[in-house]
């Protein structure tokens, strides 16, 4: 079992930033590749950003390319997610998730966070 709880949602004006953090603890290792996803009201969950353990392999989805970064720190079992530029079309529960390999996380998750809302207002 993985346990997953973000921190760091709040309220920003459009333009501004903020930095979610996911705290890991459990059987870390044997889910390696997190990820954030993100729920708009009346929306489904969508995928925004996954990282191997390494951390070589990042993947984004388009709408915040060049907008967000993901990172992580093994050392403290935390993966974050800065995100710089936000639009109210940001606005969500912004969710972290965690997976044996990047095709699992990109299917079905089996952990996830209990969410962090993230408002941009305009």
């Known amino acids: 079992q993985v346990q997953l709880v973000e921190s760091g949602g709040g309220l920003v004006q459009a333009g501004g930033s903020l930095r979610l953090s996911c705290a890991a603890s459990g059987r870390t290792d044997s889910s390696p590749v997190m990820g954030w996803f993100r729920q708009a009201p009346g929306k489904e969950r969508e995928f925004v950003a996954s990282i191997t353990w390494s951390g070589i392999s990042r993947d984004y989805a388009d709408s915040v390319k060049g907008r967000f970064t993901i990172s992580r720190d093994n050392s403290k079992n935390t993966v974050y997610l800065q995100m710089n530029s936000l639009k109210p079309e940001d606005t969500a529960v912004y969710y972290c998730?965690?997976?044996?390999?990047?095709?699992?996380?990109?299917?079905?998750?089996?952990?996830w966070g209990q969410g962090t809302q993230v408002t941009v207002s305009s």
């Open positions: 998730a965690a997976a044996r390999s990047i095709s699992v996380l990109g299917r079905l998750p089996p952990y």
